[in-house]
């Protein structure tokens, strides 16, 4: 009698210890799944918990766009390791597994685990040679020596502003162009496009007009009221057939060149709103890290004259963070971390990164964008500006640094000088536009080729082209 009522309890007491398995899945199980690179798995829960409604309202935009964003890395980690190996091989007759493995752990080969499979940056040869100073001189050997055109013709142009006692002036006239790709928007829906549009920004771009649009009906952002300034316009998606959008407008450029004194330097007000606000951070891009934090008091020591400060952090850049290819902003949770951990960055990297470490050394900075228009070579580029109490807000482009000549005037151009050939779309970074977008835009703190979307969602950048013509008007 006794065995059978022991046996009774002991049936009753297993199920009571047993932990039944997790078997709901939350937005922060999706977000780690994909930063372990588990994308088909993610995508997997995603569209199961959207299909039963298990995800609604914030949340479940939350969950599309983490769907979305894996796409977007997939596309900057286009290559295989096999391609990358085939484009190394070209250098490198003897290529062993310990010198990819060296440069993987570096991040001078940018490399994610997707899916169990590893997968490179589309660039991640090119920028091999950019990042990885010993390395580059394997280029040459083979390569030979390559001229970089652009800063070639700065080197002479800005000599010219330099000699100049006065601003010059550029005229411009262009056209700018969308292009949807076919059937990325089912046929009759509205598809809804933000094109990239030049503001007033004085004293470095003025005389803006619109000449001409593809549409009849279009909002142009007014320039006051928005820091990243847009042409809107609409169409309805026809099938098999492109959507495209377009506009024609002209503007002037006028060179500047600020003498920066720092024995004039004044202190500044720090009650002052314009100091308050653009010397503060502003999460994620502007974020006051340990890392921030160290380096940049590293870097400017015990210095207290704002300009020099500023120089000492343009300089530091200069000599340690290399122009490298991007990968889209939008898949980074902290681009100065990322570019002070990896020590590289394209423009727009470079450029948040020096206003992160000026502001937290107490120097006002804000971003300014738009393309690079010069004889040589269109394309997209993003600088910044200082402010000093004594001057006012000031050019600066951590991305162009010093150039290689000895005039030391035309060599420091670039801190407080703007040549003029550039078209200024932003005087701000991730501003709202004008009419609002729906869905997270392709390119959440830049705008210079444009937005695109429609009811079912964002087009991302692989469902449009974009182009510009332009030219000097003499």
């Known amino acids: 009698m006794q065995k059978l009522i022991f046996l009774s309890i002991l049936v009753v007491l297993v199920p009571a210890c047993h932990t039944p398995e997790k078997t709901t899945v939350g937005l922060n199980d999706l977000k780690q799944m994909v930063h372990d690179g588990q994308f088909k798995k993610a995508t997997v829960q995603i569209d199961s918990l959207l299909q039963t409604g298990s995800l609604t309202g914030k949340d479940s935009a939350e969950a599309v766009y983490l769907k979305d964003l894996t796409h977007r890395i997939e596309l900057d980690f286009a290559k295989n390791e096999e391609q990358v190996r085939s484009e190394l091989e070209r250098y490198y007759s003897s290529l062993t597994d310990s010198q990819t493995d060296a440069w993987e752990q570096t991040g001078a080969l940018e490399v994610r685990r997707i899916d169990g499979q590893k997968r490179f940056f589309r660039n991640a040869v090119p920028n091999l040679f950019r990042i990885d100073s010993t390395e580059a001189k394997v280029k040459l050997k083979v390569d030979g020596p390559v001229v970089d055109a652009t800063r070639e013709f700065c080197k002479s142009y800005d000599q010219k502003i330099v000699e100049s006692k006065r601003s010059l002036t550029k005229h411009f006239e262009f056209t700018y162009t969308i292009t949807v790709k076919p059937n990325a928007v089912p046929c009759g829906q509205v598809v809804r496009c933000w094109l990239p549009f030049p503001r007033l920004s004085e004293p470095r771009q003025d005389d803006v007009k619109l000449i001409s649009t593809s549409q009849k009906d279009f909002q142009l952002a007014v320039n006051?009221?928005?820091?990243?300034?847009?042409?809107?316009?609409?169409?309805?998606?026809?099938?098999?057939?492109?959507?495209?959008?377009?506009?024609?407008?002209?503007?002037?450029?006028?060179?500047?060149?600020?003498?920066?004194?720092?024995?004039?330097?004044?202190?500044?007000?720090?009650?002052?709103?314009?100091?308050?606000?653009?010397?503060?951070?502003?999460?994620?891009?502007?974020?006051?890290?340990?890392?921030?934090?160290?380096?940049?008091s590293q870097i400017v020591g015990d210095e207290t004259n704002p300009m020099l400060k500023a120089k000492k952090i343009f300089n530091w850049i200069d000599s340690n963070v290399p122009w490298a290819s991007a990968l889209e902003y939008s898949t980074f949770d902290n681009i100065p971390e990322y570019v002070l951990k990896y020590r590289h960055g394209d423009c727009g990297m470079q450029t948040l990164l020096f206003m992160t470490m000026a502001r937290y050394a107490g120097v006002p900075a804000k971003w300014q964008s738009g393309w690079m228009i010069y004889p040589v070579e269109l394309n997209l580029h993003d600088w910044c500006e200082v402010y000093f109490e004594c001057i006012g807000w000031v050019p600066v482009d951590p991305s162009f640094g010093r150039l290689d000549v000895p005039d030391e005037t035309v060599r420091n151009f670039y801190f407080g000088g703007y040549d003029g050939y550039r078209m200024i779309v932003n005087d701000g970074f991730s501003q709202p536009f004008t009419p609002a977008k729906k869905f997270p835009r392709s390119g959440p703190i830049d705008f210079q080729r444009g937005e695109v979307e429609w009811s079912g969602g964002n087009l991302y950048f692989d469902q449009w082209n974009y182009h510009m013509d332009i030219k000097e008007v003499k």
């Open 224 to 296: 006051k009221d928005n820091l990243q300034r847009s042409l809107y316009m609409e169409q309805v998606a026809r099938q098999d057939s492109p959507a495209v959008f377009s506009y024609k407008a002209s503007f002037d450029t006028h060179t500047q060149r600020v003498l920066l004194n720092p024995a004039v330097a004044e202190p500044y007000d720090i009650t002052n709103a314009l100091y308050e606000n653009y010397t503060a951070q502003r999460p994620p891009y502007i974020v006051f890290t340990d890392n921030i934090r160290k380096i940049t």
